[in-house]
């Protein structure tokens, strides 16, 4: 998200990113973020739980507003867990491969797809 975050701000439309993988994110260099040290996919909160989820998006929404540092991350202090263990599992089977500052495409075919008259995905263009 931060690549596609640095992209739509680069055309004068604020973003912010919510985040449960830290170090991809600022690696990533998105605007501003807001990280849960969350299993990947629960990014907005625990399901069914509305005050939480509405706390999220309202951190989001005030990053929006106050951050004046590019790439500001804010984390916020919810646990999934009492104590860390729920990682163990999720680290072990850890298989993402090395990010990259600039698209990547499987194949040459992938790369002379991106339209560089996309308004979407002007910025997937083969240089």
Known sequence: MGLIGREVEARGI????????????RSA?????????????????????KAMQRDVVRHALD???DA?????????????AADDT??????????????????????AADASLADPECPTCVWLAPA
């Open 86 to 107: 729920w990682k163990d599992g999720v680290m072990r089977s850890d298989s993402r491969q090395e990010r990259f500052d600039t698209p990547q495409y499987q194949c």
């Open 14 to 25: 604020p973003s912010v990113s919510l985040s449960s993988a830290l170090s991809i994110t």
């Open 68 to 80: 004046t540092v590019p790439g500001t991350v804010t984390e916020l202090d919810y646990r999934w």
């Open 29 to 49: 260099g998105a605007p501003r973020a807001v990280f849960l040290d969350f299993p990947l996919g629960r990014t907005a909160g625990r399901a069914f739980d």
């Open 63 to 65: 990053l929006v507003r």
